[in-house]
């Protein structure tokens, strides 16, 4: 799918499939370096980070397990309500392990906060992230990100991923939405 092909939901196109898939080969070659010989197991957060992890894990140079979680904090809105639910659990045990979350999106960053706190008590050996996009309000929270694609503005992003009610997490590129789709 191309912006084309959205109509008019589309106002700009922020990161070009091109861009992220470079960044995404810098990030696996600095995963694959930093993981050398260490006990990796990426954690994957559902729904959106099914794009990265897909694109990310095939990019390294090792065979690696992955799980997943699911949790949900936005339901069908643009704001995040603050409360994460447990969705669905791991299914590994993860002590003494090198864990490394993949997410699409830090935003108001409580979700990764709250999910580096509860995957940290239960006993990982470490317990890192690697995300696509951070926006600059993720940087109030405490919670430090190891590996970031890129920094973006506040604003509301879809694709890769992201989704508008459920929408739009096909598109293949990080674009902002016309301010019409939120009003109807
Ligand atoms: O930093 P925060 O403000 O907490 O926002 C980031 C989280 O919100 C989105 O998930 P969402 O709850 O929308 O679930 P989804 O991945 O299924 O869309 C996104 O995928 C992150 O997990
Ligand atoms: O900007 C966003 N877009 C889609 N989903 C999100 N979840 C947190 N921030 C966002
Ligand atoms: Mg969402």
Known sequence: MNATDMGGDLQQVLITQEQ???RLDEMAAQIDADYEGRDLLLVGVLKGAVYVMADLSRRLRRSVPMDW???SSYGSGTKSSGVVRILKDLDADITGRDVLIVEDIIDSGLTLSWLMGNLGSRGANSVE?????RKPEAVRV???VKYVGFDIPTEFVVGYGLDYAENYR???FIGTLSPSVYES
């Open 142 to 144: 405490e919670v430090d």
């Open 129 to 133: 992230t690697a995300t696509l996009l």
């Open 20 to 22: 992220i898939e470079r």
């Open 170 to 172: 096909n598109l293949p």
């Open 69 to 71: 979680m699911a949790v």
